[in-house]
Every structure is written in structure tokens, then in C-alpha cells.
Nanobody
Framework: QMQLVESGGGLVQPGGSLRLTCTAS????????MGWFRQAPGKEREFVAG????????YYADSVKGRFTISRDNAKNTVYLQMNSLKPEDTDVYYC?????????????????WGQGTQVTVSS
């Protein structure tokens, strides 16, 4: 099992930045791909970014490419999501998740452990 705890969400003005942190415990973090998703009320969970177990490969949704950066520190059991040039449409609850597939996937069903989520609100 793995426990995931997100932090770093909050209220930010359009054009601002936030860094989300997800800290893992309970299993060998460095063996797993990790992903960030987001979800608004009444909508499906949406893939934001994913990173391979080594950190060597990263993937992004088109909507965040060039603005968001995913990274990980396996020594600290932590994955990050640096979010720059934030837009009001980035407002959502953001979740980190552990991948259960060999390759980094964009599908929520390929992730087996999820954090509780952290709210990001982009508004002036």
C-alpha cells in the first residue's frame, strides 16, 4: 500500500504560480510512475502530467504543456507539480496518484492509489 498526501494548493491570481507537493509513504516510491490529475465538481478526472519511475520521462496534457512541470525526488519520496502562468480554467482539485501500468498512462484507471486532493483556485 501507499499513502499519498498533497499540499501546496491555494488561491492565486491569474498569471501567478504555485508548486504542488505530493509525499508518499508505505511502499517503494521509486519503483512507480506517478501522475497528477485534476477534477472539477461534476466533471471527470483529467490527466495533467505524468512522470516515469526514474524521472527520465515526463508527459503533459496539451492544456498545460509549457506552463506546468512535473518532477520527482525519489530520495524524498516526493513528486512535484510546478504550475506557472496559471489561468482561471486551471481551477480544480488536484490529485497525485501512483501508476499501476508499465508505461506512464493518461487514464485514471491505470492509477491505483490516490491522495486526498488539494484545491487550486485561480482568480483575481
Amino acid at each position: 500500500q501507499m499513502q499519498l498526501v498533497e499540499s501546496g494548493g491555494g488561491l492565486v491570481q491569474p498569471g501567478g504560480s504555485l508548486r504542488l507537493t505530493c509525499t508518499a509513504s508505505g511502499s517503494i516510491f521509486s519503483s512507480y510512475n506517478m501522475g497528477w490529475f485534476r477534477q472539477a465538481p461534476g466533471k471527470e478526472r483529467e490527466f495533467v502530467a505524468g512522470i516515469s519511475w526514474s524521472g527520465g520521462n515526463t508527459y503533459y496534457a496539451d492544456s498545460v504543456k509549457g506552463r506546468f512541470t512535473i518532477s520527482r525526488d525519489n530520495a524524498k519520496n516526493t513528486v512535484y507539480l510546478q504550475m506557472n502562468s496559471l489561468k482561471p480554467e486551471d481551477t480544480d482539485v488536484y490529485y497525485c496518484a501512483r501508476g499501476s501500468s508499465v508505461a506512464v498512462s493518461t487514464a485514471p484507471y491505470d492509477y491505483d492509489y490516490w491522495g486526498q486532493g488539494t484545491q487550486v483556485t485561480v482568480s483575481s
